[in-house]
């Protein structure tokens, strides 16, 4: 059933991007090549401020060990590859948020296990991560299935418009339902999480993420709101490869990086609405 499940989540994803490639150009998915201090920027709210962050509220609150781990993957791990449909409907410039989830992912194949490196030697204790466990969700789940819709886009733009929708429905409906299975098959650690600190130090790691990227955002209001929510949200996958990578025998991973991704999702909800009525959305 797990097994299932995950399938299921993967094939979602797969539907998803594809269709952001069905809509998008060459030149969108390069967007930051042409916005070297924008991609600087970026980089520094998700690569710099967010372990930073993970550190200090290590050091603010008394949590248990699979918080500690959870929120250390999840500071060094890259933008999930669902968010620019998001950022999007919140007001963010599309092409901005096509060109950050494929210029960080790629970059995060060596960024990351750079990362966990720096952390080794911060915590003196070994960490491990190789750049094929990065490399292969973004290559597969984002890289491959983009440039295919996008390739399909210049061939046949008339039959990637037709196919835009009925396709985004039917993965948003499949994510759905996996997503319920996962909640439900983890309710118990969840509610035994919320009662430990767990819950207010995911709070404040999400609330820090938006600050961050809407502030190193610059002055354009959309790119903003794209920089908020990409520094917030975190890739639960390869969070969660690091964290059972390095610590194989501890319990509740899989169920904080759940719970992470329920805080995430609520807390986003005031900031996107905001940002809608400042863009007249």
Same mark, same amino acid.
């Given at each position: ?39 600087? $920027? ?42 620019? =449909?998001?950022?999007? =409907? ?46 292969? #969700? ?17 061939? =046949? #733009? ?6 835009? =929708? ?57 790119? $903003? ?57």
């Amino acid at each position: 059933m797990h097994a299932l499940v995950m399938l299921g989540i993967q094939a979602s994803i797969l539907g998803a991007v594809f269709c952001f490639g069905l809509q998008a150009t060459l030149q969108d998915a390069l967007h930051l090549t042409r916005h070297r201090s924008l991609l600087l $920027r970026s980089l520094l709210s998700m690569f710099l401020v967010m372990p930073a962050a993970a550190l200090v509220i290590q050091g603010l609150f008394s949590l248990p060990k699979p918080t500690q781990i959870v929120l250390v993957a999840l500071a060094i791990s890259p933008i999930p590859p669902l968010l620019p =449909k998001k950022e999007g =409907k919140a007001g963010g410039l599309a092409d901005y948020g096509l060109g950050l989830m494929v210029t960080v992912g790629l970059l995060a194949i060596v960024l990351v296990p750079l990362a966990v490196e720096l952390l080794a030697r911060y915590f003196d204790r070994p960490f491990h991560v190789s750049g094929m466990t990065v490399a292969k #969700p973004v290559l597969v789940m984002i890289a491959m299935p983009l440039v295919l819709g996008m390739l399909v886009h210049a061939w =046949k #733009p008339e039959v990637a418009a037709r196919l835009v =929708k009925p396709i985004l429905v039917a993965s948003t409906v499949l994510l759905a339902v996996c997503a319920l299975a996962i909640i439900v098959s983890v309710a118990p650690t969840l509610v035994a999480l919320i009662g430990d600190g767990t819950l207010w130090a995911m709070l404040l790691f999400a609330c820090v993420g938006l600050v961050s990227g809407h502030w190193l955002g610059g002055p354009v209001a959309e790119q $903003r709101t794209v920089l908020a929510l990409s520094t917030a949200s975190r890739h639960p996958a390869i969070a969660l490869a690091i964290a059972k990578g390095n610590f194989p025998d501890e319990r509740h991973l899989a169920a904080t990086v759940v719970l992470y991704l329920l805080v995430v999702t609520i807390t986003v909800v005031p900031y996107v609405q905001w940002r809608k009525r400042s863009s007249g959305g």
